[in-house]
């Protein structure tokens, strides 16, 4: 085991010593699934093979027919819809495309699935608000969701495999029914710190009026009653394309986050830094980062992050005092991991010195890739 997880420090305090040595074990599994057969998950390798479709489990079809038709309309709409007749309508597509994203990113993902840092109250009533904008799972459910594909990735547990195909992992796996392997695994989930959570317990029991409200309504209302847009452009441009393209911009990161980028962090593991998915998701692309470091509450290492408005966001409210114990690896660390196991793409590889711990040098990692 790498000693120099222990290395691994908040702004407050310590991860406790299991929580890093289980992590570590995680990152192994995970590594080690990637070609072979293992125990957490009990997966044959020729039952899993990769394609562009890749129907193992049963088709949903309501929600498949909900998706094609979101799609038909918004990508008709997106081609056709006159964005110059009022910019107002179009800022607040994007307006509201980066709110939906923020909930995701900054809410679902680094507060409540991954504990990246701590949120008073009024932080993450207005999380929950632009995750309700969203209109995706419930909190509980997302979380489980991504628990389990950080514990189990890229196996038939993880929710959306890679090793299914790219449509699968895109949008396939919202429109069928689960793996066995993963309904069997995910009850052994323990997501009681996330319902322990008033503001997550207030969502998940008004979960439909929030997403009803905060996801279409207001923002179909506000076009048509502060600047005179009509009812349908402002239907189109709010239920139909800037829904459908945040939907499609948050999967991205199950999809092309696993299948194009560079690994400099861990180049054994599919998860992949993109900058495309960096753009589209305001700071998710950095996602062979984000898969070694999952604590990182900036989800990308300091000083590579180009368009990584979620981290901006925490840090205002780290300022404001609504967001603190700000958790993030040590500067050796990640250097370790670098010249440990990265595919020799990191940046400022040339600059990284050789970290107080750790036996790799950069010679042996330039030998070896």
């Known amino acids: 085991m790498d000693t120099s997880i222990s290395q691994c420090y908040t702004t407050t305090d310590m991860y406790t010593k299991e929580d890093l040595i289980n992590d570590?074990?995680?990152?192994?599994?995970?590594?080690?699934?990637?070609?072979?057969?293992?125990?957490?998950?009990?997966?044959?390798?020729?039952t899993m093979k990769s394609g562009l479709f890749n129907f193992?489990?049963?088709?949903?079809?309501?929600?498949?027919?909900?998706?094609?038709?979101?799609?038909?309309?918004?990508?008709?709409?997106?081609?056709?819809?006159?964005?110059?007749?009022?910019?107002?309508?179009?800022?607040?597509?994007?307006?509201?495309?980066?709110?939906?994203?923020?909930?995701?990113?900054?809410?679902?993902?680094?507060?409540?699935?991954?504990?990246c840092y701590k949120a008073k109250v009024p932080l993450r009533i207005l999380l929950l608000i632009c995750f309700s904008a969203c209109a995706q799972n419930t909190i509980c459910k997302w979380v489980k969701n991504h628990r389990m594909h950080h514990k189990y990735c890229d196996t038939s547990a993880d929710p959306h495999n890679t090793q299914r195909?790219?449509?699968?992992?895109?949008?396939?796996?919202?429109?069928?029914?689960?793996?066995?392997?993963?309904?069997?695994?995910?009850?052994?989930?323990?997501?009681?710190?996330?319902?322990?959570?008033?503001?997550?317990?207030?969502?998940?029991?008004?979960?439909?009026?929030?997403?009803l409200f905060f996801g279409f309504i207001l923002p179909t209302m506000l076009p048509v009653y502060l600047w005179n847009e009509t009812?349908?452009?402002?239907?189109?441009?709010?239920?139909?394309i800037r829904y459908m393209i945040t939907l499609n911009s948050v999967w991205t990161i199950n999809s092309i986050a696993h299948a194009w980028g560079t690994r400099p962090y861990n180049k054994n593991i599919k998860p992949a830094d993109n900058n495309f998915v960096n753009y589209v998701t305001v700071g998710e692309g950095y996602h062979n980062y984000h898969h070694m470091f999952p604590w990182d509450y900036r989800s990308a290492e300091t000083g590579n992050n180009r368009m990584n408005y979620t981290?901006?966001?925490?840090?205002?409210?780290?300022?404001?005092?609504?967001?603190?114990?700000?958790?993030?690896?040590?500067?050796?660390?990640?250097?370790?991991m670098i010249l440990?196991?990265?595919?020799?793409?990191?940046?400022?590889?040339?600059?990284?010195?050789?970290?107080?711990?750790?036996?790799?040098?950069?010679?042996?990692?330039?030998?070896?890739?």
Not at 30 to 45: F, M, Q, V
Not at 167 to 182: L, N, S
Not at 313 to 330: E, H, N, T, V, W
Request: hydrophobic fraction near 35%; aromatic fraction near 12%; charge should be positive.
């Open 165 to 211: 195909g790219f449509f699968y992992t895109h949008i396939g796996w919202v429109m069928m029914k689960e793996d066995p392997k993963f309904t069997e695994k995910s009850k052994q989930l323990n997501l009681s710190d996330v319902m322990s959570d008033p503001v997550v317990v207030f969502g998940e029991k008004y979960f439909l009026p929030l997403q």
């Open 231 to 240: 009812w349908s452009r402002a239907i189109i441009s709010q239920v139909f």
């Open 340 to 369: 440990k196991t990265g595919d020799g793409t990191h940046p400022t590889l040339s600059e990284v010195p050789k970290p107080k711990s750790g036996k790799y040098s950069r010679e042996k990692i330039k030998q070896r890739t």
């Open 311 to 336: 981290t901006f966001f925490i840090d205002i409210f780290a300022k404001l005092g609504l967001a603190y114990d700000l958790r993030y690896p040590s500067v050796d660390l990640i250097k370790n």
């Open 24 to 46: 570590t074990e995680n990152r192994k599994n995970l590594t080690k699934s990637i070609n072979t057969d293992n125990d957490a998950t009990d997966e044959k390798p020729e």
């Open 56 to 115: 193992k489990t049963d088709v949903i079809w309501y929600i498949a027919l909900q998706l094609a038709l979101l799609h038909g309309i918004g990508i008709y709409s997106t081609l056709t819809f006159n964005y110059l007749k009022n910019p107002m309508t179009t800022l607040w597509i994007i307006g509201m495309y980066i709110i939906s994203n923020l909930g995701v990113s900054a809410g679902a993902h680094r507060l409540w699935s991954h504990k």
